[in-house]
C-alpha cells in the first residue's frame, strides 16, 4: 500500500472508531509501529487528526456547537469566501433554500444585486440580509423562534418545509463525516434539515473546513444525499477525498 493511502485510511479508521493506539494501527496495516509513528506525525500536522501523551489519537467528538455570536466569527474569511462561491452557484429565476447559520448567512449577503431569485430560510438573519434586495424574493418558514440564534425551527417550519419543491438547498453543518454524512448534536434540529434536503432537487452542503470529519450524536443524511460540497481551502486531501470517491463535486475556495 502507498503511503498517501495508508494515510488516508488511517484517517478514515480513527474516525471511524474515534480512537486507536500505534499497536491497534499497525496490526490494522501490517506495518511496523515506526512506520505508523511517522504516518501519524505526517497527518497530525496536516491538521486531521490529533495525538494524545498517551500515543492514543482520537478524532474530535462534536457534542455542542459554541454559541451564535462565537460561531459568527470563527474562520470568518474563510466563510465569506464560501458564502460567495455557493452564491455564485444561484441561477437567475431559481427558488432556493438557505439552512441558518454563520456560513449560510454569507450566501444571503452575495444574492443582493440578484434579481428573479426566491429565498425559503428558516433564519431571520438571513431574511434581514436580504430585506432591501429588490430583486429577491424572501419567504420565511415560520416556526419557533429561538433568539440565541434568530433561527426558526420546529413543528411549524417542518410543516410548510414538507410543501416546498425547490432547485437548490445550501445546508450548513457543525459535523460533516466521510463515513457517517450530515451530523447534528441537537436532535430538536434534525427534522428542518432533512425537509430542506428533500424539498431540494439539489444540495450543496456549505462548512468551513474544521467542520470535515467530525462526528456528532445525529445523522441528518447520508452522504449519497449531497450533490457539491463547498469548503475552504485548507481542508487537505484527507479531508475532501473521501467525499470525492463517493461522486460528490468539492470545491475549496
Known amino acids: 500500500m502507498l503511503a498517501a493511502d495508508r494515510k ?4 478514515e479508521y480513527v474516525r471511524q472508531y474515534r ?20 504516518d501519524l506525525a505526517e497527518i497530525e500536522q496536516e491538521g486531521a487528526l490529533r ?20 460561531r459568527r466569527n470563527q ?20 427558488n432556493i433554500i438557505i439552512d441558518s447559520g454563520t456560513t449560510t448567512l454569507h450566501i444571503a449577503t452575495h444574492l443582493v444585486n440578484r434579481s ?28 419557533e423562534l429561538y433568539p440565541s440564534s434568530y433561527m426558526l425551527n420546529g413543528m411549524f417550519t417542518d410543516h410548510v418545509l414538507q410543501s416546498l419543491h425547490v432547485e437548490k438547498a445550501f445546508i450548513g453543518t457543525p ?11 441537537e436532535a430538536l434540529l434534525v427534522p428542518a434539515k432533512q425537509g430542506m434536503i428533500k424539498a431540494a432537487g439539489e444540495i450543496v452542503v456549505v462548512c468551513d473546513h474544521t467542520k470535515i470529519g467530525k462526528l456528532s450524536l445525529h445523522t441528518v443524511a ?30 475549496q475556495v
Not at 56 to 67: A, G, L
Open 75 to 94: 474562520h470568518l474569511e474563510e466563510k465569506i469566501r464560501i458564502g460567495r462561491h455557493a452564491a455564485s452557484l444561484v441561477e437567475d429565476g431559481e
Open 175 to 185: 459535523a460533516l463525516h466521510p463515513q457517517h454524512g450530515l451530523m447534528h448534536p
Open 116 to 143: 428573479n431569485v426566491t429565498v425559503i430560510t428558516n433564519d431571520m438573519n438571513v431574511a434581514v440580509e436580504l430585506r432591501d434586495a429588490s430583486g429577491v424574493k424572501v419567504i420565511l418558514t415560520g416556526g
Open 19 to 38: 480512537t486507536a493506539t500505534v499497536a491497534m494501527l499497525a496490526a490494522e496495516f501490517n506495518v511496523h509501529s515506526a512506520t505508523i509513528r511517522r
Open 222 to 251: 447520508p452522504n449519497s444525499s449531497i450533490h457539491t460540497l463547498i469548503t475552504g481551502n485548507a481542508a487537505t486531501d484527507f479531508d475532501v477525498k473521501p467525499f470525492q470517491e463517493r461522486g460528490i463535486t468539492v470545491h
Open 51 to 70: 495525538r494524545t501523551h498517551g500515543g492514543v489519537i482520537m478524532e474530535q467528538w462534536t457534542h455542542d456547537e459554541p454559541s451564535f455570536q462565537e
Open 8 to 11: 488516508r485510511r488511517i484517517v
